[in-house]
């Protein structure tokens, strides 16, 4: 772990980087910032050429995309939160790419080598040139040697220890923002950067990202029109990840997509059901929906690459999430309002009926609009902005959802811009909560009872057994303590033992 010392050092470069792109703070706030401030992020500006400005790009997506990987990351997930960096940088930050130049053939081939034990000339039949090259890792089109088409995604070199430098970084300054600030604390950047860390752990093992492909495919095995690339288990490994190539046209070319005959406005519903199925129905997601890791294959199914960001909710977040977006749909905001309380997410010292009447705020104008305006990512992105005035803790995990909702539904639009979000997502939605709050639901509460119930019955003989092991040498004990004229010990030893058996029995009985 790095002292002090080094992570300060760290974000000190940070910012003086940041500061030369006029990155570090908005032009609003830079005006209010003490005159040693502004004359320090003058004075880094100082001998700076044109081309630092970065021309036409936005200025703090240069100026992360300058300080490597671990900020371009750190960008992209700051962009799910405008709770913490506000809604215009969170807009800008939506633009920031996530490319880098691709580095030598050469290197990529003695990662592969060393990764699966065998040159690359052993394993593949042609092993291509980079075909794209991100702040992670790079993707090589290969042949096996059994004829297989494949992608192979290699991690870039060192880029594991760079990560665990600059998180450690991002760490120490969420640390101190909390100690020194209310409002720190309520925005839990500790826990942000927790999040973050858990993501990028699992972004630099492929191997997690292989599972989650293979729990995709498991779990979208029956949902029509989706799927996602086979993994190629035997030449995948921590560092190098091997999947089915898919040769499809990108949702990035709507007008190729077009000419090959496509029901567009059926496709703009797959990607929007396939997405709230797997968050609602599955609770995991793909968190990087954007078009240029869609494709449709030959078949005419939607194809989703690319599963370094996921996300999760657990059985309470998605019942949450289902029955606020049902809520929405039928209106109902004292049932939206309950149902944060109910899910410890607003104080009890907040008033149901205020919260609704804030709710009522949101929806209402969002709900009166034309079927093809309504955006469920927008209702959404109000309902976190209000968490402030209600003293709701930031929920990183639904930001997260929110964040990929908004990408999701864009991606839709430019596929049917009359979609309506509502009519496409309630089917899904509705029956979700049918399954869970109906007869079904019921049952399947109750199977989960009987299983613990099951548990317990096959561990009854264990505690019988302990219970007459205690008796046993419950009765020892009685012996060389106890006169044999004093039957008081000895029943009690009985009643306890008694107790005992009785207590085992209950717990499977209860």
């Not at 060192?158 to 969420?174: K, L, P, T, W, Y």
Request: include cysteine.
């Amino acid at each position: 772990m790095a002292n002090p010392v080094t992570n300060i050092a760290r974000l000190t470069h940070a910012g003086f980087v940041l500061a030369r792109y006029d990155a570090l703070l908005p032009p609003e706030h830079l005006a209010k910032a003490p005159w040693i401030l502004r004359v320090g992020m003058k004075l880094t500006q100082l001998g700076k050429t044109p081309t630092l400005t970065g021309g036409q790009h936005n200025q703090l997506t240069t100026a992360l995309s300058k300080l490597g990987p671990s900020y371009i990351k750190l960008g992209q997930f700051l962009a799910t939160r405008p709770d913490m960096i506000g809604a215009k940088r969170a807009f800008e930050l939506k633009a920031l790419q996530d490319k880098l130049p691709p580095f030598p053939q050469s290197e990529a081939e003695t990662i592969v080598a060393a990764e699966l034990g065998k040159p690359v000339s052993a394993l593949f039949k042609s092993f291509g040139p980079p075909v794209a090259a991100a702040s992670i890792a790079q993707v090589h089109k290969a042949e096996t040697l059994d004829g297989k088409i494949v992608a192979v995604k290699i991690l870039r070199p060192g880029v594991e220890q760079r990560f665990a430098n600059d998180i450690e970084s991002f760490g120490f300054a969420a640390r101190m923002g909390e100690r020194l600030s209310a409002e720190g604390r309520r925005l839990r950047p500790v826990a942000a950067v927790s999040m973050l860390e858990d993501s990028m752990v699992h972004e630099l093992d492929l191997r997690m990202e292989a599972a989650a492909l293979s729990e995709m495919a498991q779990n979208a095995k029956d949902d029509p029109g989706f799927r996602v690339p086979n993994v190629e288990w035997a030449y995948s490994s921590k560092r190098v990840l091997t999947t089915e190539w898919i040769d499809g046209t990108s949702l990035a070319d709507v007008e190729a997509l077009r000419k090959r005959g496509l029901d567009l406005n059926a496709l703009a519903d797959t990607v929007i059901q396939s997405f709230l199925r797997h968050a609602i129905r599955d609770g995991f997601f793909h968190a990087d929906m954007h078009q240029g890791n869609l494709f449709v294959d030959a078949a005419g199914n939607l194809v989703a690459l690319d599963f370094g960001i996921t996300g999760r909710l657990s059985e309470g977040d998605r019942l949450f999430l289902a029955e606020i977006l049902y809520g929405f749909i039928t209106r109902n905001y004292r049932r939206i309002a309950q149902v944060h309380f109910d899910a410890g997410y607003v104080p009890d010292t907040e008033d149901v009926e205020t919260f609704a009447q804030a709710l009522r705020a949101i929806g209402e104008p969002i709900m009166g609009l034309p079927a093809g305006e309504i955006s469920m990512a927008r209702l959404l992105t109000q309902l976190f902005e209000v968490t402030d005035q209600f003293h709701m803790q930031a929920q990183p995990q639904l930001l997260l959802l929110q964040k990929t909702m908004v990408v999701t539904e864009g991606v839709a639009r430019t596929l049917n811009p009359d979609l309506n979000i509502w009519k496409t997502g309630e089917p899904v939605v509705k029956h979700w909560i049918e399954r869970k709050l109906g007869p079904l639901g019921k049952v399947e509460q109750a199977l989960g009872t009987a299983g613990t119930l099951t548990g317990l019955a096959l561990r009854v003989p264990k505690l019988v057994e302990d219970a007459h092991q205690f008796h046993r040498q419950l009765a020892a004990f009685v012996e060389v303590q106890s006169r044999p004229t004093n039957p008081w010990p000895t029943r009690l030893m009985a009643v306890c033992a008694v107790a005992l058996v009785a207590i085992a029995v209950r717990l499977v009985l209860r």
